[in-house]
């Protein structure tokens, strides 16, 4: 079993930040790549940032230059920090993770998601 418990988010004025954290737990024997997506309501999952085992990152367009992606493999944990944030960022956002699990098998796991509001 392998688990993804995040934390941060909330709700933050217009320009201001914010800093999300995922913690993977459970039965990993590696972590490849990992991930923060959003979903606002009505609208699709999207892959917000990405970054691979090695640190490489890319970012969505609509986030470049204020978002920052950044892992910490020691704790298996993932982090997003937002700046200037503004009221199109609003959604829950779920982090992902690629896991192989000491039983020798990848899969893709979940975060629980967490809201941020950004209000304007």
């Known amino acids: 079993q392998v688990q993804l418990v995040q934390s941060g988010g909330g709700l933050v004025q217009a320009g201001g930040s914010l800093r999300l954290s995922c913690a993977a737990s459970g039965t990993i024997f590696s972590i490849n790549c990992m991930g923060w997506y959003r979903q606002a309501p009505g609208k699709q999952r999207e892959l917000v940032a990405p970054?691979?085992?090695?640190?490489?990152?890319s970012y969505a367009d609509s986030v470049k230059g204020r978002f920052t992606i950044s892992r910490d493999n020691a704790k298996n944990t993932v982090y997003l920090q937002m700046k200037n944030l503004k009221p199109a960022d609003a959604a829950v956002y779920y982090c992902?993770?690629?896991?192989?699990?000491?039983?020798?098998?990848?899969?893709?796991?979940w975060g629980q998601g967490t809201p941020v509001t950004v209000s304007s």
């Open positions: 992902n993770a690629e896991v192989l699990t000491i039983l020798a098998y990848t899969t893709h796991y």
């Open positions: 970054i691979t085992g090695g640190g490489s990152t």
